[in-house]
DNA sequence: TCCATTCCTTGACGCAGATCAAGAGCCAAA
DNA sequence: TTTGGCTCTTGATCTGCGTCAAGGAATGGA
């Protein structure tokens, strides 16, 4: 069921194109070589623990994995969601300030701490590419930080439709023709913990849009879109902000 | 009553540990003195607005900056604070995703930004900076969407008087001593915007927690607070988790 | 000195979303 | 086939915060 990933050649890489290691030219490529390792989580195990003293950094291959916050009480928040190409870690910190969960089976690939901060001291391709990464998401963070402080509960769940069928977009090379559909990659609590509601809410949500025929759901995890904008309107978005299609 | 800053040399700069051009050496310094130059905004002035071409990138020298960004029907959302030394723009994109506004006279280091990006991707001590606090940044927006997402109005307000304790603290050389205090650089509609709350929310819990005896006010702006792990506790953040003194 | 403006506080009331509760659908193990 | 464990849906009720409204305090300009 688990792809094994024994070991890939980067050049025959999924994620090469898109990861940290995007602008590496062959030299620098074959230096990675030297230093990767695969790692496989299974569906729900976890990947670091918040405080953890952190021995490596690396890409996510596939699956799907999320960063959380919990406060004392269990009061649980979602701040970050990996898909494919997304970098774990911080170079040049030695622990984590999120517990990293991974929500599916899922495939890293991993550098020893050490010799990747060596690299990219040495290396500026490595570190333009994370920079640039690093601002992609800081863009996402201040654009999911309107969706919880200012949308209410219908306008967070037709965002997270909307940012999850983005992503998946970008991820695939081919144009999505016909009509869009995507897979919830998230339980109903999971979505909750991302949006700042309760699980019930966003049932309930979920439910409604489908009445207003906003969406069709096919099973509870597959969401279709018959128009992308009439989405997008729900969402509370600028009608030109998508950059989808 | 502005400073003016026609031009001060970078040795006396007073944001000169701190900025992008912390580890510049003083050849790598001379060459950006070169590219620099300094601009005034008075309270209230657009820095720059969302979607707007930005042609420099540059450092908060002295005063406060928001970020903010606004839905079709006015609601705002605030997604950045800039205090002295953070970084506005983003090298490698043309344009802004967010409206930059000075809330208080303000003083910018600017450099223009075609030079600006030539020389960053030269001078691998000023990418490395810019990682660096742009991690910081992104550490910060993810603490930030668990006060949006999860906490109560009461622990958003004690969370945002606990932050700028922090930054301030930060900024300053010397250890505070005696009884903590701070001033607020933001009205209560602004920090309404930071919590997503309403300002009449905003005014109610801060009234709430000085009625407690959480905080002491001295006018409108000065809080002084008599007891930080209290603070702390109202704000629902671990005990240990501060880092503060 | 007076007035206008901006910022802040406080009260009354309503509603969106939380909480509490029950049960349905689905899958895998016994 | 039954049982137990998830995940999800839906209903009833409660409550924290938003909304609407009025007025106070501070500041600056005429």
Redesign the pocket.
Known sequence: MQDHFTHVQCSDCPIRHRAVCARCDADELAQLEQMKYYRSFQAGQAIIWSGDRMEFVGSVVSGIATLTQTMEDGRRQMVGLLLPSDFVGRPGRSSVAFDVTATTDLVMCCFRKKPFEDMMSTTPHIAQRLLEMTLDELDAAREWMLILGRK???EKIASLIAIIARREAGLRKRRPQGMLSVDLPL???EMADYL?????????Q??ALRKDGVIV?EG??HVSIPDIDRLLEEAGDDSDGGMLV
Chains 1, 2 share one sequence.
């Open positions: 209410t509960a219908r339980t109903r609590e700042g509601l309760t699980l019930e809410t966003v049932s309930r979920i439910s759901l509870n995890r």
